[in-house]
């Protein structure tokens, strides 16, 4: 009886594999004829533009505690988390509004590596990830999510949100 599960079991996993190959592949395929762009090119060229965001980002991180306006504490240090994060994934680059995350893991951790390892683990998180990599499906989701709790625990602000037409976007 075990091996007759096992064997149902290994064909059925085998098929789900199958399956997900070929979507996978066919996926690509499509993707490639949109791309039609050397990659290696690309990430390059997005990486080093996403760079030069973080400076002008950098200035507009809690201004009023200048701890990262250019020459303070912070600001070498949180420079370089989000350089190295734009490097370690080029695909991600920096978004805009990562500076503030950076900013408090460096502020809670207070050491440059690991608010660096830090900073990369939340932000690649199924959570977190899909709002810098613009994934409206996730997004629209998300935000789904969020007004069912809204309205469960404050229904009278949800309410008067509604009526005022206060929205996510």
């Not at 973080?54 to 350089?83: C, S, V, W």
């Not at 390892?117 to 709002?131: E, G």
């Not at 998300?142 to 008067?160: E, S």
Request: hydrophobic letters at 40%; proline letters at 4%; one cysteine or more.
């Amino acid at each position: 009886m075990t091996s007759t599960t096992e064997a149902f079991s290994n064909e059925h996993d085998s098929e789900i594999l199958e399956e997900l190959y070929l979507k996978y592949y066919k996926i690509r395929k499509k993707l490639l004829m949109l791309i039609q762009i050397d990659t290696s090119n690309y990430q390059i060229l997005a990486r080093e533009k996403s760079i030069s965001l973080i400076a002008q980002d950098i200035a507009r991180t809690f201004p009023e505690m200048e701890l990262f306006q250019e020459g303070m504490k912070y600001h070498e240090n949180i420079f370089k988390i989000l350089r190295a994060f734009a490097m370690y994934r080029p695909d991600i680059g920096y978004v805009q509004g990562m500076s503030y995350i950076a900013a408090l893991v460096l502020l809670y951790i207070q050491d440059e590596y690991k608010s660096f390892m830090n900073f990369s683990n939340l932000m690649l998180k199924y959570p977190i990830m899909p709002f810098y990599t613009f994934n409206d499906e996730f997004v629209t989701k998300a935000l789904q999510l969020f007004k069912q709790l809204f309205q469960i625990n404050l229904p009278d602000l949800c309410d008067h949100f509604e009526m005022e037409e206060i929205k996510p976007r």
